[in-house]
């Protein structure tokens, strides 16, 4: 499956910034999807996803400020990101998860003080 994200930018802290991330396939019940981060210099990070069942889970760092949200009919989710500060900078990346990883091109989001 390929995965397709946007929504990236520049913004000052405080702002807010929607990410999306529309898969090549209809979604499968038991497709787990979510949100990676990398910053410069930094490990690949975990920043949400949604549980099989639904449910959603995030990283204590974003928690609060990011929600998560799928749109089944359009075969995407979003990652609506308030409250937004200059540690949020890094390149998103969407994933998808069924038996194997397949992972978006990654958009930039860059926060300034």
């Known amino acids: 499956v390929q995965l397709q994200a946007s929504g990236g930018g520049s913004v000052q802290a405080g702002g807010s910034l929607r990410l999306s991330c529309a898969a090549s396939?209809?979604?499968?019940?038991?497709?787990?999807m979510g949100w990676y981060r990398q910053a410069p210099g930094n490990q690949r990070e975990f920043v949400a996803r949604?549980?099989?069942?639904?449910?959603?889970v995030y990283a204590d760092s974003v928690q609060g400020r990011f929600t998560i949200s799928r749109d089944n009919a359009k075969s995407t989710i979003y990652l609506q990101m308030n409250s937004l500060k200059p540690e949020d900078t890094a390149v998103y990346y969407c994933?998808?998860?069924?038996?194997?990883?397949?992972w978006g091109q990654g958009t930039q989001v860059t926060v300034s003080s």
């Open positions: 994933y998808l998860y069924n038996q194997r990883y397949s």
């Open positions: 396939r209809s979604m499968f019940r038991d497709d787990v």
């Open positions: 949604f549980r099989v069942d639904g449910t959603t």
